[in-house]
């Protein structure tokens, strides 16, 4: 069954819900190791990416993910609005003029999300950040799908994969952002920019085992 702008639609909206439910989690995960806006910051951003989806509706796939990113690289602002604005924006672009899209270009377009955020940010995976949920989301989608799993469980696969490598980020030492200003002190908390980046991959998932 080919995915449709309609799954995308479907996927920024359930993505636009989990934030706003986890808004004041996403926002004290950020209090801890750094400035303590991020839920609100992405939960204004959805919020903007949802009223902007009437004006998309009719159009191609890539349009409405452009059209995402560029929303929230005007809406969230501070380290996580522009990368994940080029995040969308890329996907987008990898999907340029698409009306459908099958398994193998949900991979494509994850893998321009990724190359997106690492070409602004230049994060490595290991480095506190929310590389560290999409890498092994990614891998863990790329390998349930050579093993022959349908997209609906692949992409389970990929959210579980994301919320372990947002879990995984609790010992790591900060490198990038504002959390690499308290050294050590980063030390013993969950990222939180990982931990959105697990809600997307939750949000995908749910759109995708319908
Ligand atoms: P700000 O730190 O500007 O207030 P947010 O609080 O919205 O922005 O986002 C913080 C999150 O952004 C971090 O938890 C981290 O996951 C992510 N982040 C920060 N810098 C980078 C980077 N260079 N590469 C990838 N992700 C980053
Ligand atoms: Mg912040
Ligand atoms: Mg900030």
Redesign the pocket.
């Known amino acids: 069954m080919p995915i449709t702008v309609e799954h995308v639609t479907h996927f920024l909206t359930a993505a636009a819900e989990l934030i706003h439910a986890h808004r004041d989690e996403l926002t004290s995960?950020?209090a801890a190791?750094?400035?303590a806006?991020?839920g609100a910051?992405?939960d204004r951003g959805f919020a903007a990416v949802i009223a902007r989806l009437p004006t998309v509706a009719d159009k191609d796939i890539g349009t409405v993910l452009k059209t995402t990113g560029m929303t929230i690289v005007s809406t969230?602002?501070?380290?996580?609005?522009p990368?994940y604005g080029t995040a969308f924006v890329r996907a987008g672009m990898a999907l340029a003029d698409r009306h459908e899209m099958s398994a193998e270009d949900v991979v494509l377009a994850l893998e321009a999300a990724l190359d997106g955020?690492?070409a602004?940010?230049?994060?490595q995976p290991g480095?506190?950040?929310?590389?560290?949920a999409l890498v092994p989301a990614l891998e863990a989608l790329r390998a349930a799908l050579a093993a022959g799993r349908s997209l609906g469980r692949a992409v389970q696969a990929a959210a579980a994969a994301a919320e372990a490598g947002a879990q995984a980020t609790i010992p790591m030492l900060a490198m990038?952002?504002?959390?690499?200003y308290l050294g050590e002190r980063s030390i013993g908390h969950q990222?939180?920019?990982?931990?959105?980046?697990a809600y997307l991959l939750r949000a995908l998932a749910m759109t995708c085992s319908r």
Do not use: F, Q, W, Y
């Open positions: 995960l950020d190791i750094g400035d806006d991020h910051n992405l969230v602002g501070g380290a996580s609005g990368l955020i690492v602004r940010g230049k994060a480095e506190k950040t929310m590389v560290d990038k952002g504002r959390a690499s990222d939180p920019g990982a931990t959105s980046t």
